[in-house]
């Protein structure tokens, strides 16, 4: 029942998890994250990266294809977000739950009122170390008009709360917690049935016949 290495996780928890109990910093925990921009490396609160607005770990496509690429939503149509969850702890993460918000980009918007939400899902268990892409349906009727918008992505499991509470401010709340992200992007109109008719007058400046 001692605790050697004074950590909060007993002798015999240490065991159990094959961790150390000499060493404090390898106390048994659950630490899910997704990476703001390069080089953050899910330390908490992030101040290596200068901007938040292009995760890495999340992106959109307009097909689920799989694909690692972050494309534009198109309206009139479904697409589907991808996040991508890592474990940077030394546990199994047990029932992670993902949630997708999005705001249209504008200055003086609040967290949690001025949010909407485009979906969730759920990562039941991910292993110490490693990581996992879940893809979140954004269905047509709910994308809304042409605009700038930016989605925020929360991680949430109960083995490993948000280390700071998320105030109003979206943005510091992605700063200071690994468990959110951040991604700018662009929703983008399609043109269907159009039925206008243009007159085209086609010249040749040439002397012979053009094929």
Not at 22 to 50: C, F, I, M
Not at 129 to 155: E, N, S
Not at 182 to 195: A, E, P, S, Y
Request: one cysteine or more; hydrophobic letters at 35%; a neutral charge.
């Amino acid at each position: 029942t001692e605790d050697a290495d004074k950590d909060g996780a007993s002798n015999l928890v240490e065991y159990q998890n094959q961790t150390n109990p000499r060493l404090a910093t390898s106390v048994p925990r659950v630490d899910v994250w997704v990476a703001d921009p390069t080089p953050d490396n899910g330390v908490e609160p992030n101040t290596v990266s200068k901007d938040i607005w292009v995760s890495p770990d999340v992106w959109l496509r307009n097909q689920n294809d799989g694909r690692l690429q972050h494309q534009n939503v198109k309206q009139g149509q479904d697409n589907f977000v991808s996040v991508r969850v890592k474990n940077r702890g030394n546990l199994a993460a047990k029932n992670t739950k993902v949630e997708v918000y999005y705001i249209k980009a504008s200055l003086g918007r609040a967290w949690p009122k001025d949010w909407t939400l485009v979906g969730t899902t759920m990562v039941d268990d991910l292993a110490p170390a490693g990581q996992t892409m879940v893809v979140i349906p954004w269905t047509k009727d709910k994308v809304p008009g042409p605009g700038h918008y930016c989605f925020y992505v929360r991680l949430l499991n109960d083995a490993d709360p948000m280390t700071y509470p998320e105030g109003r401010n979206a943005e510091q709340n992605t700063r200071n917690n690994n468990n959110i992200a951040w991604r700018n992007f662009d929703i983008v109109g399609l043109l269907n049935k159009v039925t206008d008719k243009f007159a085209v007058t086609v010249q040749n400046p040439n002397t012979k016949p053009s094929p």
